[in-house]
């Protein structure tokens, strides 16, 4: 049960907005058996809020806190419950009589118990202010497809903007969106990109005013007149579906009538043995040994700079891949040739690590999330350290503090690209071509393709399926038959 999970971490509400609260459940008519749960799913959203750093004063803040139920499996009539006690606490919030300062600066402190509720809730409508009886009565009902805003106004399309509107709630909700989801940075740069280009032709339309005939012209516009490429197009599309569905709570439906590009038969490039080994030898430190992970373990370039010092296990000789693509975990073995190179690697990162902690003001690595709040000295561990370490630290300025990032990407991609061109080879290779190489290389090897598909992390055996066509065929052309083997 939600309740049992988290009822020693709620936060405190003060007494007066429990008081206030209490007047509002009772002239709504919620059966006084039901109240206690009322507050407590307060308690869960202010709490949510706070761990997110949603504010309370916009909607976005409810749908999302309501997707964070669905996705610990809350049943429908619990997430209705816990919908309405929000919307009831922004009435409460919106009365001119409650301090704003109270609201804002709820007790922090996490308590073992719940503060004790008032047995006798206030019950005579005279010892309401008059303006608390007019916020009771304005409460909206619940509606799965409103946020929480007056109901009048939400119906009232007339006074909607056909061009110049505001966007800036639904960039705020696109990103709250993506955060609830896990989803990684460079998706939500990637959907907000394509939210300012559907913006931009629609001249700023009001978002309550889009139609799914939009996203066909805006399709349209892409493949007829920008001439777009195939992918480029499918990836505009999934950032509309996304818009739709989740920030916009519409129905996408099915997009008929409407160009769309079609990808042609992809075949990856890949290196010969001999070709990466020329590569290599063009590369200096420190990016010679990523590039040699990239295809020693077939990596992705983030996996490879996001690796920390926990991930490897080097008395089995194996390297654990945490949050990789779809954030799926997979396990792949370490080159034995480079196993040198990696012990060199972690005596400079311990030599880096005594130095970061006799800087003043060190505060550790980044780490991933939250996880520095909850955890407050992880970033100081030395099994949290970047495997491949920025050279210099990062400023915060807000805590006036030093943390240490891995290398940037941009660093090692430019690197790879500089020793292809020097190797001159005859192929168009980027830092991905290691991966695609190490997958062909396995094939060719006769590796099972279920084995490969485990390495790489795919989902789906037809994406291994494609390096099929990056080997030659060894199967004998001569017909003959089999009893003749």
Known sequence: MLYSSYINTMLNLPKEIISAYDVILIQKQVPIQQRGAYKKWLRFYLDFCNKYNFNTRKSVSLSAFIDKL??????????????????????????????????????????????????????????????????????????????????????????????????????????????????????????????RKFQSFLKSKDSRLIEQQDVKDFLTDLAVDKKVAASTQNQAFNALLFLFRHVLKQDFGEIKDVPRAKRKPYIPVVLSRIEVDKVFKQLKSPCNLPAKLLYGCGLRISEC????????????????????????????????????????????????????????????????DRLGDKYKNAGKEFSWQWFFPAKTLTFIAETKEYKRYHMHDTKLQKAIKSAVKRA???????????????????????YDIRTIQVLMGHSDVRTTMIYVQTIPSLTLKEAKSPLDF
């Open 424 to 446: 001159k080879l005859l192929k168009r290779a980027t830092a991905h071509t290691f991966r695609h190489s190490f997958a062909s290389h396995l094939l060719q090897a006769n």
């Open 305 to 368: 700079l996001n690796l920390r010092l926990q991930n490897f296990n080097l008395d089995e000789g194996l390297l654990t891949i945490h949050d990789g693509k779809g954030k799926k975990d997979r396990v792949v073995p370490l080159p034995q040739l480079i196993m040198p190179e990696i012990q060199e690697q972690l005596s400079w990162v311990a030599e880096l690590y005594d130095q970061d902690l006799a800087t003043e003001k060190y505060a550790g690595v980044f780490l991933p």
């Open 70 to 195: 669905q996705s610990k499996g809350q049943g429908e009539d619990l997430c209705d419950q816990a919908k309405q006690a929000v919307i009831i606490y922004a009435a409460l919030s919106s009365e001119k009589h409650v301090n704003n300062q109270l609201l804002t600066n709820i007790n922090r402190k996490h308590t073992k118990q719940i503060a004790a509720i008032d047995k006798k809730p206030i019950s005579n409508n005279s010892a309401m202010s008059h303006q608390q009886q007019s916020a009771i009565q304005s409460v909206p009902v619940i509606d799965s497809q409103q946020n929480i805003i007056n109901e009048s106004k939400t119906n009232n399309y007339s006074s909607l903007k056909e061009t110049g509107a505001n966007w800036v709630s639904v960039y705020d909700a696109l990103e709250a969106e993506i955060k609830i989801r896990h989803y990684s940075p460079k998706t939500l740069s990637s959907y907000r990109a394509w939210l």
